[in-house]
């Protein structure tokens, strides 16, 4: 079945340091890619999202490509800000199951001054 | 973008009475919503699929007689959990999904119940 695995954290990092957060899925069709973002005590934001492959979603800086090829999805930073600090989730929707949406298991970043 | 709101954003009830969670879209119409529960510092986990109209669709493993679902329009679904318990204290997200033709769901900002 499909499913979505992600890079276990917490993560901290120093201001200005580059982030990476890996995401790996295993989907039925030819899904849909999100990371949602999730600040303390409030619910998912979406970040972005690419519907097929070689898309590139991008927002705020972050950025993260879908390479079939190696059925990725990595979150990238060049430049991570103290008020990035929160839950990254990555996910997938698949048409084939009726755009149910599957989660990784979140990963946690510190960013400290 | 489509905005998706909860009702109560926190909620603390006494243990054995019930506790009415409503989810609502804004300004576009939902035909199918989800409940999710979070557990502290893990991933959400799909509880329901919830159907306009119809009965919800339960996840493997959650009591439909205790999680109830109805979805009786458009824009709003509510999620009550009967008789709770402090095991039931966690916190529901609920979801919609996007019109036609898009693949993306509008996450709610999330209830927090604690059930002493």
């Known amino acids: 079945g499909d499913s979505v695995t992600q890079m276990e954290g917490p993560v901290t990092l120093s201001e200005e340091a580059f982030l990476t957060i890996n995401c790996t899925y295993t989907?039925?069709?030819?899904?849909?890619l999100f990371w949602y973002v999730q600040y303390p005590g409030e619910g998912l934001q979406l970040l972005l999202k690419?519907?097929?492959?070689?898309d590139k979603g991008s927002n705020k800086g972050f950025e993260a490509t879908y390479r079939k090829e190696t059925t990725s999805f990595h979150l990238e930073k060049g430049s991570v800000q103290v008020s990035d600090s929160a839950v990254y989730f990555c996910?997938?929707?698949?048409?084939?199951?009726?755009?149910?949406?599957?989660f990784g298991t979140g990963t946690s970043l510190t960013v400290i001054p | 973008g489509a905005v998706v709101s909860q009702h109560p954003s926190w909620v603390i009830c006494k243990s054995g009475t019930s506790v009415k969670i409503e989810c609502r879209s804004l300004?576009?119409?939902?035909?199918?919503m989800f409940w999710y529960r979070q557990f502290p510092k893990q991933s959400l986990m799909l509880m329901a699929t919830?159907?306009?109209?119809?009965?919800?669709?339960?996840e493997q493993g959650v009591e439909k007689d205790k999680f109830l679902i109805n979805h009786a329009s458009l824009t709003l679904s509510t999620l009550t959990v009967t008789s709770a318990h402090p095991e039931d204290s966690s916190f529901y997200i609920c979801?919609?999904?996007?019109?036609?033709?898009?693949?993306?769901?509008?996450f709610g900002p999330g209830t927090r119940l604690t059930v002493l």
């Open positions: 979801s919609a999904r996007a019109p036609q033709g898009s693949d993306e769901q509008f």
């Open positions: 989907a039925t069709g030819y899904p849909s």
């Open positions: 690419a519907t097929k492959a070689d």
């Open positions: 996910a997938l929707s698949d048409r084939f199951t009726g755009n149910q949406f599957y």
């Open positions: 300004d576009f119409q939902a035909t199918t």
């Open positions: 919830s159907n306009e109209g119809s009965k919800a669709t339960y």
